[in-house]
Structure formats: C-alpha cells, structure tokens
C-alpha cells in the first residue's frame, strides 16, 4: 500500500465526521491485515524457496488490489455519510420545532437555529446556560419535578409552560422530552433531547373556542335566527326565533314532535320530507355539515321555503345532536338563483384571469418568461430567454430604482419579494404589475435563479382609485349632508360616530364613541340585534332632540372580518314630514273623490281614465277597476263621436267647455258636463270632466218658477185686492166726509126750511171740506216725503194722528241722509197701514214705531200694548188681515221678511229689515 492511501485512511480514521461505529470497527480490521501483511514482507527470505516467494509476492499484490478496492468502497461510504450528515444538520438547524439537548444539571449543551429564534436570542449566549432560567418563575419547580420525572423515566414525556424569552416577553410551549444516551459509553452522563413547540396561538384559539361555547349559548337563545336542535329526529329544544317563523306561540308547540312535522308529507320535487331530513343528517353526520332547503308549514298553514344549516355537535354516545339554523328564503329563491349564476360567473372569470411566470437567471443575467409576463410589458412573446435589461427597460422610469433596490435586497439576504410596480408599454400605456417571487438556492445555499410571478393589477389600481375617490366623496356627503355612519361592536357599543346627521340629534363627532346604543336610542334594539346577528336591516329610527321629532332612515349589516356592525344614517325628517303631508293630501284628495256628489272623470293625452270615483260607477253603471288604463271613447259611448272627440282635443288644447242639461244613457235624468284641462308644471297632462246630476236642480227650478208665478199671482190680487180696498175707502171719505160736507153746505146756502141762510156756517162747512180734501190728498200722496224726506214724513204721520185718539212715540235713527225712493215710501205706506191697522182693530193706549238707519239697513218694527191676536189663526183665514198680506208682500218684493210677534191680551209686534 503506498503511502499517500495510508495517510488517506489515517485522516479518514480520525475524521470525527464518521458517526458509525461498524465502519469503524471495519478500518481497524483493515488496519491488522495490512499489518500482518507487512509482517510477512519485511519477514527474512532466506529461509524460503524461491516459488515460496513468487506465491508470497503474488498474494501481497492480490491483498494489495483488495485493499486498494476496499478503499475506494470506504471513501464512497464516507462521502455518503457526509452527505447524510449535512442532510441531518438541515433538517436539525431549520427544523420548525425547537431541539436542544441538556445535561443532567439542566444546562443547555446544543440547540438547533428555531430554538435560539424561540428564546429571542443567539445560540452562542444558550449554550451553557440553564434552560430553567427561560421558564415563567411561577412554574420552575413544576418545570424541575418534570425534568425529575424525565430521567427517571424510560419513556418520553411531554408537558405545557409557559416560557420566557431573552427580552422578557411570554408564549407558551409544549415540551417533548426524552433521555438521550451514548450507546457506546454506558458510563457517560445521563443527558436529555427536549423538543419545544410554540402553542401560544393554539391556546389562544383553545380559549377563544371556550368563549365561542359561552357566545354559542347566549346566541342560540337571543339569536333572531331561526335554531333548533334535534336528537334522533325528534326536536329538543328550539329558541324565539324559530317559534316566531314557525308561527307557534309555545316550545310545546314544536319540542318533542318529529322533525319532519312542521311539513308536508312530500316535498316539491316528489321526494318524502322524511326522506330528505335523513339524507340531509346523514351527509351532516358525514361532512361535518350539510345546507339544503325544504317547504315547511307554519301552524296557520302557510307555506314557506326554509334553508336548513345543519351541524353535528358531539354529545358523547346516544343518538347525535344536530345543530339546525332555519332561513325563511321564500322570497329569496329566485334571487338565490340569480345568485348563483352571479358566483359561477364570477368563478369562471377568477379562473380566466391571467397570470404571469419568470425565471431570472442572475449568474447570466438572462431572463425567461412566458406570453403572458411578456403581454403584461406589451412585448411580442419570443419564447427563448431574453437580456434581463428587456425587464428593467419596460418600468417605468420613477419606479426603476425602487425595483432594483427590492430585488437586491431579496438576492441578498435570501428573503421572499413582494412588490407592486409600474410598466410602461410600447404603446406608452402604463400598466401597474404585482410581483411575487424568491431566490431559488441548492443544497449549499448556492443560488440558482429567481423564480416570481406577475399579474397586471391595473383595474386594481383603478379600482382602488376609485375606491379613495369614493371614500372622500363618502367623507364629503358625511360632513356636508344630513347624514351619520356609525360603527359598533357586538355588544352594542359604539366605535365610531361621524357625520353632519349628527347635529340633528344635538350629538358631535364620535360623542357617542364608548356609549351603548341601545341605551341611547332603545328603538334600535330589535333592528341592532339583526344586524349584530349577522344580517342586514334597513329600518327607521324616530326620537326627539330639544323637543323636535327627529327620523332616520337606517342602513345596517354586519362586518364579519371585524366583528362589527356598519350603520349608515340619513335624516329623512323633512321627508318623513313631506310624506305624510303627501299622504294626508292623497287620502284627503281620494276622500273628496269618493265623497263628491259629482261625478269625476280624469284622462291623459291618449286619452285613457287616470281617475274615476264612486259617484262616476252610480251614473254610468261601470266599476273604477275596470276603467282605469281604458280608452274615454271606448267605455262610454256617449264619447265615440266626431263631436265629443272634437271637445276633448279642445279641453287638451286649454279651453274649459261646460255642457248643461245632457240627458243620462241608463236612467231618466239630467246632467250638466264640466270639461276643463289638468295642468302640472305649467303644462297640460290631461283633463277633467265633473258631471253634476242636475234633475233635482232641474226640477227645483221649476218648481221655484211654478212657486214665483203663483206669488206673483198672489201679490198681483192683494195688490188688486188692496187698491180695491183703497178706492172704497177713497169713496167712503168722499163720500161720507167731503160729499156730506158740501152738501150740508149747500144745504145751509139754501135755507132749512125756509131758514135764512148764514154765511159764516157755510164758511165753516167749506172750510172743512177743504181740509178733509187735503187730508185725503195727503194720504193718497204725500207730497212732504218727497220734499223732505222719511224722518219729517213720519213726523208729520204722527201729527195727523190725533193724540187723543191714539199716542205716537216715534224713535228715528240715522235717516238724516236720504233713501231711495222705494225704500222711504216702502217704509212710511207700511208704517202708516200698520198704524192704521193698530186704531180700527188693536184697542190699544198708545204706539211705539222704531225706524234704524245703520250699515247700509233698515230696520223697522211697530209695537202696541193693545188686545193682540194669534197669528196662526190669521195664516188660515186668507180672506181676513188683507191689510198685513199688503204688507208682507211689499215687503218682500223690496228683499226683506217681516215677522210678527203677537199673544193675546199682550200687545203685536210687527218688524222688518230691508236693504239700503
């Protein structure tokens, strides 16, 4: 053997790289060969023949060969062995778990790199420290009881504690631990391999499912979802808001009956509902949970389509217990449909997006990337590698810097690259890209290339663009508008409470930040816990500030990446007011419609009834239902005519037409048409057409005129009858007064017997004719009212009227202007026939005549204290008191009424008023 495979085999001896003993075990027999064929060679030859010798050479030189052969297998044993240290030194240094060995005293020997990064610090400042000092000092001596335990056990152990690292900060681990001994020194110390896992976020979610238990129990029973529970089919209990979509008013109504009860035999599609429940518990019981969806039954019998949510709930032997969360989505399927077609639209479209790949080779600076990395940089796809310059030329210039800094930093220090930037393309279009990629090293941390991704994210770009825009127009509406965006927790409280709504209710930004809403505003209790529960609600808020009644329209769903309610309010007050101004308006304006005597007809350009009221059915026999949206011409005959076509295009030009006294199709009657168009804005819409039933009216005006004719007649004989009356009277003053007066003095010029007539007697006969002439004269016309007046007429009246006969007391007012004509002698022929009436019938002491003159009225009344009569006697005897028939029927024709008021043995007053 030469000396260079001796030294070979040395240095392989005492490389301390070989970690099996059977191959050391092997040098060394190799060793005692070699060294006893040694022996043979530098034994004495002397003693040997010669075919003794040449056998002895030709055995060293096939044991040379052997061992020459057995060499080569040991270096190749070495370099695998090597090779699979270096693996194990891998796995060990980048485990994902923490490994480190310890001595019997607890110091801490070796540790991989995860180890060092738990304990916040490197591996030169653990080794040789005690590992029992990076535990929480409250569990030291639990931790020293299980180190105890460790190596007085044959069998690994494991344990949780809390550790600390070097700055102090806690995680929690779980330890792996088992006793570590040298298999080929049982004497050595007794060492120990412990295994460290970060469980922190394990225990955190371990206590964050307890608390999700607790929340799980308070939300089945406050939840506004639908949740029931069922346990071999058989409902177990069931909450509120499942009692509530079911219709039932008690859990007896629902618990311990079967679960397909609240439903029909068959479902939609033929199968039983029994069988689908068992397929659907079955697949739940299989999958974890099952959706799907059933007709169910409320107790009133309506008929529902449910979505059913169910989840198995590991209960622990017996039949399982299924979690079941009902949705009424009877007016959601066909939007669910639509849904649908929306999501697989939208997974074919996340499936056609495009993404791009490369390759950097740095070493050549050579890059390759596929079509769609070279369409993302507007570049004709060359399919073979490229200068990597073709990448950095297509960014653009403001972003170039950027790049290459963030490239090199991942090149160095081997770390993931992440980074948005821009391209520009030969179109001078600019396109954002999003990058991914890493360094893609071998087995001696020796770089290969630079593998990444890219994606063009322009409508990204643009879209969160937009998104900003919007985000400041949403602060502008916010703090320019009547409007508020809250945000609250799940308890209810409030996070944030911005916007210009806020001063309506007296309230500043975020003033309600830390206050519970529903103890503020507990109207948004109900509506809260829908949408804290996971919905969405729109609803109204209606409270009071400073005594003024404040409404918001709400717009509430629930954000389940933040566990938080979004509320979005608008004062819609004035709205609210405006709509139930508009509703009042409506219902009065449909009161009117429907209370009107008349009929009424509205129609628009096309002529089509817009409008059409009760009292329209009554004349023309058709119902409001069915002649909305019809054609005037077409329901009402009375319109399919050159002329009525001609009328309404006259209404629709402007002009208001009236038609009287048209005759009705079905029933006997009249009616008068009132035609007039609609306008809105200015503009005509349309017209309207009142018909009035004027039959009534009709027939009132004839009797109205039958009535005149036959008072006039009436009037026409007491006039007759009264100047009749008058001439008689006339003739009997004539005659008894003036006629007897002259003929005694004609009498008296002739002598009595034979007498000699006397001059002064005759004198005094003609004297008195002539007085009883003017009185006569005076009566028929007094000249004084025209000359003076009423007020001097009326005096001179009461002189005439001799005292001792009968007392006049005159009360005048207001009659220093004078009357018309008709009016003054109206009231002095009325005041004197009553005053005449007074002395031939009333039997009465004296008289009182009041005459007002005042706001443009006369006001007349004569009163006596004499014997009175009954007036109702005098209405049945037509033929008696023409005398106040005159009266009364002067006085009407001058517009006035009289009135009588007169009881037996208690005096007559008789009055009227007349206009000036």
Not at 371 to 394: C, L, N
Request: net charge negative.
């Amino acid at each position: 053997m030469n000396t260079n495979s001796t030294t070979d085999l040395k240095r392989y001896d005492d490389d301390p790289a070989s970690p099996s003993p059977d191959v050391h075990a092997a040098l060394l027999a190799l060793r005692a060969r070699a060294d006893r064929r040694r022996h043979l060679v530098t034994t004495a030859t002397e003693h040997h023949s010669p075919q003794d010798l040449q056998r002895l050479v030709q055995e060293l030189q096939v044991h040379q060969i052997e061992l020459e052969m057995q060499y080569e297998d040991l270096l190749l044993a070495q370099a695998e062995v090597q090779s699979t240290r270096a693996q194990y030194l891998d796995l060990y240094d980048f485990a994902p778990v923490g490994y480190y060995t310890l001595s019997d005293t607890g110091l801490v020997e070796q540790l991989n790199l995860c180890g060092s990064q738990l304990l916040g610090t490197v591996r030169q400042r653990l080794v040789g420290r005690r590992f029992a000092l990076f535990v929480a000092p409250t569990h030291r001596m639990e931790f020293g009881q299980f180190m105890a335990r460790l190596f007085a056990a044959e069998r690994p152990l494991s344990c949780e504690f809390p550790l600390q690292r070097e700055d102090g900060t806690l995680f929690y681990a779980q330890i792996e631990g088992s006793q570590a001994r040298d298999p080929l020194d049982s004497t050595a110390t007794a060492r120990c391999r412990l295994a460290v896992v970060d469980i922190t976020a394990r225990r955190k979610a371990t206590e964050a499912l307890a608390a999700s238990e607790e929340r799980f129990r308070k939300l089945f029973t406050e939840s506004s979802d639908a949740v029931v529970l069922v346990q071999g089919f058989v409902y177990v209990d069931c909450n509120n808001a499942a009692l509530r979509l079911l219709g039932a008013t008690h859990k007896e109504q629902v618990v311990g009956h079967p679960a397909w009860a609240p439903a029909p035999d068959r479902q939609p599609d033929g199968r039983p509902t029994a069988d689908v429940l068992r397929a659907a518990v079955a697949d739940a019981l299989r999958t974890g949970s099952q959706r799907c969806e059933f007709v169910m039954h409320q107790v009133s019998g309506a008929e529902i389509w449910v979505e059913a949510v169910l989840t198995p709930i590991e209960v622990g032997g017996g039949a399982p217990l299924v979690h079941i969360l009902w949705r009424n989505v009877t007016a959601e399927r066909e939007a669910a449909a639509q849904l649908r077609e929306s999501k697989a639209r939208l997974k074919l479209a996340l499936e056609a997006s495009e993404t791009g790949v490369f390759t950097w080779d740095v070493r050549r600076n050579e890059l390759r990337w596929d079509e769609r990395s070279q369409a993302i940089f507007g570049r004709p796809f060359d399919p073979g590698s490229v200068p990597a310059g073709g990448f950095t030329d297509g960014l653009h210039p403001d972003d170039r810097e950027r790049v290459r800094a963030a490239v090199e930093q991942a090149l160095a220090e081997r770390t993931p690259l992440a980074l948005d930037f821009r391209v520009v393309g030969p179109d001078a279009a600019v396109r954002y890209v999003s990058s991914a990629g890493r360094a893609v090293v071998d087995a001696r941390s020796k770089m290969l290339v630079f593998a990444g991704v890219l994606r063009d994210v322009t409508t990204r770009y643009a879209t969160e663009n937009e998104l900003h825009y919007k985000t400041l127009l949403l602060e502008q509406l916010l703090n320019n508008m009547p409007m508020m965006l809250a945000r609250l927790r799940p308890d209810g409280q409030y996070l944030e409470a911005v916007g210009a709504g806020l001063q309506a209710i007296g309230r500043h930004d975020d003033e309600l930040v830390g206050r519970n809403a529903f103890e503020e505003f507990p109207a948004l209790r109900e509506p809260l816990q829908t949408v804290l529960g996971g919905g969405q609600a729109e609803f109204l808020l209606r409270t009071s500030a400073e005594g003024r009644p404040v409404t918001f329209q709400n717009y509430g769903f629930f954000d389940e990446q933040r566990q938080q309610a979004v509320v979005l309010s608008v004062d819609v007050t004035e709205a609210e007011q405006q709509k139930k101004q508009l509703q009042a308006e409506k219902e009065f304006t449909q009161s009117l419609l429907e209370n009107s005597v008349d009929g009424i007809v509205a129609f628009d350009h096309e002529g089509r009834i817009t409008a059409w009221n009760s009292q329209a059915t009554r004349y023309f026999g058709h119902e409001r239902a069915t002649m909305l949206g019809h054609s005037l011409f077409e329901v009402l005959p009375q319109f399919d005519c050159p002329q009525s076509q001609e009328l309404v295009s006259r209404v629709l030009a402007g002009e208001s037409v009236v038609l009287t006294s048209q005759r009705f199709k079905d029933f006997p009657g009249h009616y008068d048409a009132y035609h007039v168009p609609l306008r809105q804005g200015g503009e005509i819409v349309g017209g309207l057409i009142t018909f009035r039933d004027v039959t009534e009216r009709n027939r009132l005006a004839e009797e109205a005129t039958q009535l005149r004719l036959r008072q006039q007649q009436e009037v026409l004989s007491a006039i007759l009858h009264t100047q009749e009356t008058e001439r008689k009277r006339i003739a009997e003053a004539l005659h008894n007064g003036l006629g007897q007066l002259l003929y005694a003095a004609k009498l008296n010029l002739e002598g009595r017997a034979g007498a000699p007539a006397s001059p002064r007697a005759s004198l005094k006969l003609l004297h008195e004719a002539i007085r009883t002439t003017r009185t006569i004269s005076f009566e028929l016309t007094p000249g004084i009212l025209e000359d003076f007046g009423l007020r001097t007429a009326l005096q001179e009246l009461r002189k005439r009227i001799a005292p001792s006969h009968l007392p006049v007391h005159l009360h005048l007012s207001g009659l220093e202007q004078r009357l018309r004509p008709q009016v003054e002698i109206a009231v002095y022929r009325v005041v004197q026939e009553l005053l005449n009436n007074v002395m031939k019938h009333a039997e009465a002491t004296e008289v009182m005549v009041h005459v007002a003159h005042e706001a443009g009225r006369i006001e007349v009344s004569v009163e006596d204290d004499g014997k009175g009569f009954d007036p109702e006697s005098l209405a049945a005897q037509p033929l008696a008191g023409m005398g106040l028939a005159g009266v009364r029927n002067r006085v009407a024709l001058l517009g006035g009424q009289l009135s009588i008021n007169s009881r037996v043995g208690r005096g007559t007053i008789i009055s009227f008023e007349l206009q000036q």
